[in-house]
């Protein structure tokens, strides 16, 4: 990473120098596409400095739950759980339904519950704290608990590799 950022920063120097030493020698659009790059050099290094994008507030780590990545593509595990076999787009293929199964095959009942009416029938913790007569605390506790879950058996099981 050290040897990337030293790199790009090698680059800029390089890019200065030539816009400084194009001034008065070409034409304005050469300036222009000289400092455009250096503008997106600098850019890049902030990036890989900071580990966040240039301009956010907020880093990955302080953002609310439902901006973060999520683990599973929302409309495969809709499919899923809508286990649906009409000419959707949205099928799922045979190998596709293992891999989902054997993602979620880790959780206790109750969290893939929690989890299933969460990502595969788009409830709200509140909703699903209403039909399953628990707390939104609870809910939310088991969908983390899902999550982290799912992820480490994402990270860990060659089955669901490809």
Not at 9 to 23: A, D, I, N, V, W
Request: aromatic share 6%; proline share 2%.
């Amino acid at each position: 990473m050290q040897d990337l950022l030293q790199g790009y920063k090698e680059t800029r120097r390089m890019l200065k120098r030539m816009h400084k030493e194009c001034q008065g020698k070409y034409e304005v659009t050469g300036r222009q596409i000289l400092s455009s790059m250096i503008r997106e050099i600098e850019w890049v290094i902030e990036w890989l400095e900071t580990g966040r994008r240039p301009g956010n507030r907020r880093g990955i780590e302080r953002r609310a739950s439902y901006q973060k990545e999520k683990l599973m593509d929302p409309i495969r595990m809709q499919a899923f759980v809508a286990r649906s076999t009409a000419g959707s787009p949205s099928n799922l293929s045979e190998w596709q339904r293992q891999q989902i199964e054997d993602a979620l095959c880790v959780l206790s009942e109750r969290e893939r519950d929690c989890y299933l009416m969460a990502y595969g029938e788009c409830f709200s913790h509140a909703e699903i704290a209403r039909l399953l007569g628990i707390t939104k605390s609870s809910v939310d506790t088991h969908i983390r608990r899902a999550q982290k879950k799912i992820s480490e058996r994402l990270t860990n099981s060659l089955f669901l590799v490809g």
